[in-house]
């Protein structure tokens, strides 16, 4: 499966939206043969409507995927103007380029963010697209511990669906102050990354040794004090190990793209320290990688039982 995973920083303030952004971004990449695009979480400006917004940002997508003859992964954020306030959506869309496939070109899942959804258990996309396989989509949300009492919850809808491809399309912040970013933009959030890891924890232990696809595509630079990880990977999990394919550094602004079907740059990723992946040929087999168990080079130590980050 070729992949193509776009990061970017979103800039609110600007006179151009999230999606000029990105199509300028993709015409740049000049993408060929790609089979799934997956974008980081965008935000789209208020129209007062959320059927209006909503059918303007859906034919966007609908032409990318048509564009680039492939599926077209994203969540959308809406804030659509109220009485009082404003109330934002994330709308999760899976997006077929294919039009003379049988079933919908687009599945869509619209969640409010309320306090009130917050408490319950959330309803969760899953797609069985012909060119994919069965597919699950999540959400940054989807990976915080603290949202919906997180019991590695979106782990188990991807085993309970019987998922061969995982597309999370985020907008995480990382544990870092903005000098940090500044100072080391190439390198990837190992912090970051090991939490993700430790989130998906059931997948790796399943007795299922096939691979399972991960792809996420996570935002990069700022939002006033805060820094988005970046730090977008496609990796496959199989056999308790992490067989990375491609990633992108915390500071990226740009398109990876990756072949699930060759040789991965490891299958393993040493996140004990500060630094970039090794290839595969400098690692021992041994060394963190072991069958049926759950063992990334020790990257999920931190992360308890339950889910949650543990104090080391």
């Not at 959030?189 to 993700?196: E, G, I, P, Q, V």
Request: with cysteine; net charge negative; hydrophobic share 40%.
């Amino acid at each position: 499966m070729k992949i193509a995973c776009l990061q970017f920083e979103s800039r609110p303030e600007s006179n151009k939206s999230d999606v000029v952004l990105v199509d300028a971004m993709l015409r740049a990449a000049e993408l060929d043969g790609v089979d799934l695009l997956v974008l980081s979480e965008l935000n789209i400006p208020s129209t007062g409507c959320r059927q209006r917004t909503w059918a303007d940002t859906s034919q966007w997508l609908q032409t990318l995927a048509e564009t680039y003859n492939c599926v077209v992964v994203v969540v959308v954020v809406m804030s659509i103007d109220g009485v009082e306030s404003a109330t934002k959506y994330s709308s999760i869309s899976v997006v077929s380029g294919d039009t003379t496939a049988d079933g919908p070109n687009c599945q869509v899942l619209f969640r409010p963010h309320t306090e009130h959804e917050a408490r319950k258990k959330p309803e969760r996309l899953h797609a069985g697209i012909p060119s994919l396989g069965q597919v699950s989509v999540g959400i940054s949300e989807d990976l915080d511990e603290w949202h919906h009492a997180n019991n590695f919850d979106f782990a188990r809808h991807v085993i309970d669906n019987g998922s061969n491809l995982v597309v999370l399309s985020m907008s995480h912040f990382a544990d870092m102050d903005t000098a940090t970013l500044i100072r080391a933009p190439e390198l990837p959030d190992t912090d970051t990354l090991r939490y993700w890891l430790g989130q998906l924890k059931p997948i790796f232990e399943r007795e299922n040794t096939e691979e399972i696809i991960c792809v996420i595509a996570n935002r990069t630079g700022l939002l006033e004090n805060s820094v988005y990880a970046g730090t977008s990977v496609i990796l496959g999990i199989k056999a308790g190990c992490a067989r990375v394919y491609g990633h992108l550094s915390r500071g990226d602004e740009k398109v990876l793209v990756a072949d699930t079907d060759t040789k991965p740059l490891v299958i393993h990723w040493d996140l004990t320290a500060d630094r970039a992946i090794t290839p595969i040929e400098d690692r021992p087999p041994e060394d963190g990688c072991v069958e049926g168990g759950f063992e990334i080079s020790k990257c999920l130590l931190g992360v308890g039982e339950d889910g949650k980050r543990q104090d080391t």
